[in-house]
């Protein structure tokens, strides 16, 4: 398995409140994603990251910013969480075309 | 505007039959298409994938079909087991043509049941 982990693999937090979200990676991948699965939507981007400090958006990035200092780490932070956050948040890695690893995903309910 | 559909939420099967999921896109740009499995709590996790150039893809029990006129790709299973037991998600990426080749598309999944 690719070394992937996240950090916090369940969160429940208040509406309005600050959340970040960490994405931690041993296999130096040069590629890093954020995803949220929502059921009937499947697998859906937030925002990726092609290297350290490039980061770009998804197909549903609002409410989400992102940063990547160093290799292994990226972040996700919900500036103000709202109850159409709740979902579960997928972090993956790549290095080759397209094969993307995944993390074991993080569990945020926003009440 | 759903790019790749997963037309079956939910499919059962008996144990030691065979397996198909399908999977269908519209954008003519895709030329790179993966499945993945997922069980539940944890992270999806790679099973086969198929380049353009090619219309079949075996690797085991898994085999992956790719009819690129009907833009339409399969995932078969033989013989199904009872930890086949997933979901199962197919997505696409395009390579070429300027779309972002690191970024995958995902269909909205398909819960494979196998029935002992």
């Known amino acids: 398995d690719a070394g992937i982990t996240q950090s916090p693999r369940h969160k429940v937090t208040e509406t309005g409140t600050p959340v970040t979200l960490r994405c931690h990676q041993t296999?130096?991948?040069?590629?890093m994603y954020w995803y949220r699965q929502d059921p009937g939507h499947g697998l859906r981007l937030i925002h990726y990251s092609y290297g350290v400090k490039d980061t770009d958006k998804g197909e549903v990035s609002d409410g989400y910013s992102v940063s990547r200092s160093k290799t292994e780490d990226f972040l996700l932070t919900l500036e103000s969480a709202t109850s159409s956050q709740t979902s579960v948040y997928f972090c993956?890695?790549?290095?080759?075309?397209?094969?993307?690893?995944f993390g074991p995903g993080t569990r945020l309910t926003v009440l | 505007d759903q790019q790749v559909k997963q037309n079956s939420p939910s499919l059962s099967v008996q144990e030691g039959r065979i397996s198909i999921l399908n999977c269908d896109y519209t954008?003519?740009?895709?030329?790179?298409f993966l499945w993945y499995k997922k069980y539940p709590a944890e992270g999806p996790t790679f099973l086969i994938s198929?380049?353009?150039?090619?219309d079949k893809n075996e690797d085991g029990r898994f085999t992956v079909f790719l009819n690129k006129s009907a833009k339409h790709l399969s995932l078969h299973i033989v013989p199904s087991q009872p930890g086949d037991s997933a979901v199962y998600f197919c997505a696409a990426s395009a390579l070429k043509g300027g779309f972002g080749n690191e970024k995958l598309t995902f269909g909205t999944g398909t819960r494979l049941t196998i029935i002992p």
């Open positions: 296999e130096n991948h040069r590629y």
């Open positions: 954008n003519s740009m895709f030329d790179y």
């Open positions: 198929i380049s353009s150039i090619k």
């Open positions: 993956a890695i790549s290095e080759r075309w397209n094969t993307q690893y």
